[in-house]
C-alpha cells in the first residue's frame, strides 16, 4: 500500500508539472527586446505566439550604464496607442496581436529619485547601456504573467492594482 501512495503521490506531481508547462506555453513566446536609436530608446514587446495577449502593461524600465553600474528609472512610457507619456506602470495595449508592439521610453531619473535628467548620458554610450524591463500581460487563456527580461514568465495569482 506504502509503494501505491508514494506512486500516485509522484504522478501527481509530474501531472501538476505538465499542467504548469502547458499553462506558460504562450507566456514564453512573448518577449522584450531593447532598441536604441542614438539617445532615443525603445522597448520592443514582440509576441511570437499564434493567439493575442491582452493588457500589456509595462511596470518599469531602468538603463544600467554597464561602466559604472547605474541605474536610470524611465519615468515616461508611451506606447502606440497612448494619447501620451505614461508613468509606468502603464497599460500600453489592450490587445498584442501575434506580431510587435514597440514603445519609447524616456524621462531618465536616478534609481530611488524623480528628478528627470535630462542632460544624462551613460559613460560607455547609449548602445553599452543595458535594459532591465518588467513587464506583465494577460494570455489566450485569461492567465496574467509577468517577465522580467528574458526570464522565464511568472504567473501573477493575486494581483494588487497598480
Known amino acids: 500500500m506504502g509503494v501505491a501512495l508514494w506512486v500516485a ?11 504548469r508547462d502547458a499553462e506558460a506555453a504562450q507566456a514564453r513566446l512573448v518577449l522584450s527586446h531593447h532598441l536604441q536609436l542614438g539617445s532615443e530608446t525603445r522597448l520592443r514587446i514582440l509576441n511570437h505566439g499564434a493567439s493575442p495577449v491582452l493588457e ?3 511596470r518599469s524600465v531602468a538603463l544600467v550604464d554597464q ?9 515616461r512610457v508611451t506606447g502606440p496607442n497612448s494619447k501620451g507619456p505614461l508613468e509606468p506602470p502603464a497599460l500600453v495595449d489592450l490587445v498584442l ?4 508592439l514597440t ?3 524616456e524621462g531618465w531619473a536616478p534609481e530611488g529619485t524623480t528628478a528627470v535628467d535630462d542632460a544624462w548620458e551613460p559613460a560607455g554610450g547609449w548602445y553599452e547601456a543595458e535594459l532591465d524591463c ?9 492567465l496574467r ?4 527580461n528574458r526570464q522565464l514568465p511568472k504567473r501573477i495569482i493575486d494581483e494588487q492594482p497598480a
Request: charged content about 35%.
Open 145 to 148: 504573467w509577468e517577465r522580467w
Open 9 to 19: 503521490v509522484r504522478e501527481g506531481k509530474q501531472r501538476d508539472v505538465e499542467r
Open 56 to 58: 500589456v502593461e509595462v
Open 103 to 105: 514603445c519609447t521610453v
Open 134 to 142: 518588467v513587464y506583465r500581460f494577460t494570455d489566450a487563456a485569461g
Open 97 to 100: 496581436s501575434p506580431g510587435t
Open 67 to 75: 561602466r559604472t553600474n547605474q541605474r536610470m528609472i524611465a519615468t
